[in-house]
T-cell receptor, first 113, second 114 residues
Framework: DGGITQSPKYLFRKEGQNVTLSCEQN?????MYWYRQDPGQGLRLIYY???????QKGDIAEGYSVSREKKESFPLTVTSAQKNPTAFYLC????????????FGQGTRLTVV | AQSVAQPEDQVNVAEGNPLTVKCTYS??????LFWYVQYPNRGLQFLLK??????LVKGSYGFEAEFNKSQTSFHLKKPSALVSDSALYFC????????????FGGGTRLMVKP
């Protein structure tokens, strides 16, 4: 089945640690996105990538980094520079055409302990 | 720059009554509009979209949405609400003139009471 997979579902980070969230899709989509969601809140764009080896900062990129070495994969690293990383992180992918909908992963809940 | 507004943080409706969740948008080019639903601790699920043509779009789970170009709105509707419709709803827009970027509204929590 085609889809988008995020792992792990739950992740705990100690203060000062970097952690990497995985996002893989087998939908052959060119564009991929990372969003952050805080409790009861909307989605805030962290980074997006329209093609392999290219990515752009979103609205809240500080303290985060990404790579796009393969079409299928768009991992997000939460660095120690992100002062308040506890949140729900969502990955999405789309075809490049504007009239196509996005597909979302099931999310990763990151907690700082 | 494109934007989406969902003016209501929460909508309360009784089961069996009609529901409306509001959305307005701003784009420079042709708007492609989407509605998504999110259940607790889950990703977003696609409900329906407007591309072109008929202004009334039908989607999953009995939901529909009405596109109004003059009012730049795309309100989500359902004739008879179910308790199981209680969730967080997001409106989104893609603009063909803006690199097809996907922009979301802030979300509206729908509470359907028995």
């Amino acid at each position: 089945d085609g889809g988008i997979t995020q792992s792990p579902k739950y992740l705990f980070r100690k203060e000062g640690q970097n952690v990497t969230l995985s996002c893989e899709q087998n939908l052959n989509h060119d564009a991929m996105y990372w969003y952050r969601q805080d409790p009861g809140q909307g989605l805030r764009l962290i980074y997006y990538s329209q093609i392999v080896n290219d990515f752009q900062k979103g609205d809240i990129a500080e303290g985060y980094s990404v790579s796009r070495e393969k079409k299928e994969s768009f991992p997000l690293t939460v660095t120690s520079a992100q002062k308040n990383p506890t949140a729900f992180y969502l990955c999405a992918s789309t075809r490049p055409n504007a009239y196509t909908e996005a597909f979302f992963g099931q999310g990763t809940r990151l907690t700082v302990v | 720059a494109q934007s989406v507004a969902q003016p209501e943080d929460q909508v309360n409706v009784a089961e069996g009554n009609p529901l409306t969740v509001k959305c307005t948008y701003s784009v420079s080019g042709n708007p492609y509009l989407f509605w998504y639903v999110q259940y607790p601790n889950r990703g977003l699920q696609f409900l329906l979209k407007y591309i072109t043509g008929d202004n009334l779009v039908k989607g999953s789970y009995g939901f529909e949405a009405e596109f109004n170009k003059s009012q730049t709105s795309f309100h989500l509707k359902k004739p008879s609400a179910l308790v199981s419709d209680s969730a967080l709803y997001f409106c989104a827009v893609r603009d063909g003139n803006a690199g097809n970027m996907l922009t979301f509204g802030g979300g509206t929590r729908l509470m359907v009471k028995p």
